[in-house]
């Protein structure tokens, strides 16, 4: 019975988003969005085109993304200066009004210390994800390349090694 109601309560991707998120697999390029920062501010994917970029769709009441926050804080850290960035979209359905005090109150062990998130936070939207082929669940996770082309998607809690592995290995193929 209980996992009955597990997979009644697992969301589902309609045909056209199946065949979207195929359009969207490993090695396409991705669409551009523009979302509003915490400030109200508008950011584009596009504008971070010659970095490696994460995109972490997550959202405040999110478990499975609480437990990421650190990990991106780390890759945030450890890559930033070497032309990598993460954009938070957070996907919380009151918005701004959800995500600002969590976002200002929240902080994460990074180290042995806690901080606050060191990455870009947007505030998603439907469209957004759909342009990504929709989000089975959060944590939804898109790698993309320098040449804006996504090279890795998780749906769900990433592994941190394998996420870590892929970061590196993109931005030490332009060192080369």
């Not at 010659?50 to 972490?56: D, E, I, M, R, T």
Request: with cysteine; hydrophobic share 40%; net charge positive.
């Amino acid at each position: 019975m209980f996992l009955a109601h597990l997979a009644a309560r697992r969301p589902r991707t309609s045909d056209a988003r199946a065949e979207k998120r195929s359009q969207t697999s490993a090695g396409s390029g991705v669409p551009d969005f523009t979302l509003k920062d915490l400030d109200g501010r508008d950011e584009s994917l596009g504008q971070f085109r010659g970095k490696v970029v994460l995109v972490n769709f997550w959202a405040t009441w999110c478990g499975p993304c609480r437990i990421e926050i650190p990990w991106l804080m780390d890759f945030q850290e450890k890559y930033g200066s070497k032309g990598f960035t993460i954009l938070g979209v957070a996907m919380d359905e009151e918005g701004k009004s959800a995500v600002v005090p969590f976002v200002q109150k929240e902080r994460f062990k990074l180290g042995t210390t806690s901080q606050p998130m060191n990455y870009p936070i947007l505030i998603g939207n439907d469209d957004a994800a759909e342009k990504f082929g929709g989000l089975v669940g959060l944590p939804t996770t898109i790698l993309i390349s320098r040449d804006g082309r996504q090279v890795k998607r998780v749906d769900g809690l990433l592994s941190y090694r394998e996420m870590d592995k892929a970061i590196r290995s993109l931005l030490e193929a332009n060192v080369r």
